[in-house]
């Protein structure tokens, strides 16, 4: 991981984390038809099955993300969003990897997403893609539509 980020369990509740989500929701919405946005409102994160983690760099907020809990060996990426300013520079990565690492610590054999479709998203897809994630079909409360893309990688 970079040196200069901290990854660390955050309160979604804070002020920086609220203006995030709302930009990461806003985005989503306005990019993807009604009904098929999944990502997760301020209640969703703070649900038990979720630990949500934000990336700071020199105490400023550049980025979320949080991995939810489906069962014992599989976990799910949710809320996935760097800043824009901090885009390129490795935060995704280092989020991806952070999370990935912690499915690994809780003895999950697999870790799901689902993602949007289209250029809006073509940017998410690469960095899942290097990853090691894969298009898979539908899970937990996913289904087949072309406004959604599932991805799996096994750990």
Not at 75 to 94: C, F, I, N, T, Y
Not at 96 to 114: F, I, M, P, W
């Amino acid at each position: 991981m970079r040196a200069d980020l901290v990854i660390a369990v955050d309160d979604p509740h804070a002020d920086d984390v609220r203006e995030l989500l709302a930009t990461h929701l806003s985005f989503a919405r306005d990019v993807t038809p009604e009904g098929h946005v999944h990502a997760l409102e301020l209640d969703g994160l703070v649900d038990p099955s979720v630990t949500f983690f934000t990336v700071r760099r020199a105490g400023v907020l550049v980025g979320m993300g949080a991995l939810k809990q489906l069962d014992d060996t599989h976990g799910e990426l949710k809320s996935m969003h760097v800043k824009e300013v901090a885009r390129r520079d490795g935060v995704g990565r280092a989020l991806v990897e952070h999370l990935l690492a912690e499915g690994r610590a809780r003895g999950y054999t697999r870790v799901s997403l689902e993602t949007g479709t289209g250029p809006a998203f073509e940017a998410g897809h690469t960095l899942y893609e290097r990853a090691g994630f894969t298009r898979c079909p539908p899970f937990a409360q996913y289904w087949d539509n072309p406004f959604s893309v599932c991805m799996t990688v096994e750990l």
